[in-house]
């Protein structure tokens, strides 16, 4: 199983690059360009403090839809298109798979963002990337535990991913001061009002608030595992 594991990482990691890197490029080139654009067209000098204004207000945009394309189908798309038969058909766990190509698509995620952030270096101005992949790394891994659970379990997931993440940001901005029942229902939907302010904390001061990384970190963990005991429960057809 180890070595048809590995034998099959080639082709998760070709697979990343074929169906979705090009696609993250795409996505992060127009939505980049729609942020710094009006920059460039004022022809106002960059500075180190206005470049990372610049860098909060897009890359906050651009993780979220990232991400979210990353992830989007991590596990249903080979139910869905019956790829299933063939992947399976040589002894190899499943949920040992899908855990691999989960970290696979995270490594191919980042190394997109290392290439965006490089342009916007070459660009617009040489900020570290640091804070800003850290940043990366933490949406990915909040987020990707949620969307590998749904995906195990739904064959179409991303409409379900797209309404659990848009209605998780929106409740919490309408129930954030709530009490009651409200409160109940805010505190069980993923913690996704924490990222609003961490992406600034960490370009500012290099750090993150332990509480929030761990609850962000700890909530998509859960459904992680979730994830991968219905795999291991449920027939992948």
């Known amino acids: 199983m180890s070595d048809n594991l590995r034998r099959y990482a080639l082709w998760q990691m070709r697979d990343f690059g074929r169906d979705r890197a090009i696609a993250l490029l795409i996505i992060g080139l127009a939505l980049g360009f729609t942020f ?31 991400a979210f ?18 992947l399976f058909s040589k002894p190899v766990s499943i949920p040992a798979y899908y855990a691999q190509q989960f970290v696979i698509y995270f490594v191919g995620f980042m190394i997109v963002m290392a290439a965006l952030l490089g342009l916007f270096a070459f660009l617009v101005y040489p900020l570290s990337p640091v804070a800003p992949l850290t940043y990366c790394a933490i949406v ?36 954030q001061f709530s009490d009651g029942w409200r409160k109940l229902v805010i505190a069980a939907l993923p913690p996704l009002n924490k990222f609003s302010s961490m992406l600034g904390t960490l370009l500012d001061k290099g750090t993150v608030e332990t509480n929030d990384l761990l609850w962000l970190l700890g909530y998509s963990l859960l459904f992680f595992l979730a994830g991968l005991f219905v795999l291991r429960r449920r027939p992948i057809a």
């Open 140 to 175: 990915y891994l909040s987020l990707g535990g949620i969307a590998f659970f749904i995906s195990s379990l739904f064959r179409f997931d991303w409409p379900i991913l797209a309404g659990v993440f848009l209605g998780s940001a929106l409740l919490h901005t309408i129930w």
């Open 69 to 86: 394309v990353a992830l989007n189908g991590i596990v249903s798309n080979d139910r869905k298109q019956g790829y299933y038969r063939f």
């Open 36 to 66: 710094v654009s009006p920059v460039k067209m004022m022809q106002v000098q960059i500075t180190e403090t206005s470049a990372k204004q610049l860098i909060m207000v897009s890359l906050q945009q651009i993780v979220y839809i990232c």
